[in-house]
């Protein structure tokens, strides 16, 4: 016995995976450029912490003035991630009310390219196809 109304389906399977297409491409672009703007801001948390702690140990060791210090501090920030546009603040020993002496702020800015035209078109507020990235780290000044 054959079942006749099997042969009206053909082509079913296309139009069901194109109607799916798009949400599933959509949901993996999301993935990686989520991967990618994380993977990002992990690294300049780690660059700002790590210029932080340069600038806290060689500021009065190797008689830093601001100048020096920040470029010194987006030096060690270039090293350390694939961030454009990187703008420093500018760093100088501030009183640390709570644990007392001086404490040293890196905070810096800059911009990661998104990697799919997909996700650039919803979370691109700007137009330039980057992502705004930020970091700031706190440490005590050594003397």
């Not at 009065?60 to 020096?68: I, L, Q, V």
């Amino acid at each position: 016995m054959k079942l006749k109304h099997l042969k009206k389906e053909n082509g079913q399977a296309m139009v069901e995976f194109a109607l799916v297409l798009p949400i599933l491409l959509l949901f993996i672009a999301c993935i990686l450029d989520f991967g990618w703007i994380y993977h990002n801001q992990l690294a300049a948390n780690n660059a700002s912490r790590e210029a932080a702690r340069y600038i806290a140990i060689h500021y009065y060791f190797d008689n830093m003035d601001s100048t020096s210090a920040t470029t010194k501090a987006a030096n060690i920030i270039n090293e350390y991630t694939n961030i454009a546009d990187i703008v420093v603040d500018t760093i100088i020993p501030e009183d640390d009310d709570v644990n007392g002496g001086e404490k040293i702020r890196v905070r810096f800015a800059g911009k990661v390219i998104i990697l799919t035209p997909i996700t650039r078109a919803i979370i691109d507020k700007d137009g330039d196809g980057k992502f705004p990235i930020r970091a700031e780290t706190y440490m005590r000044v050594e003397k």
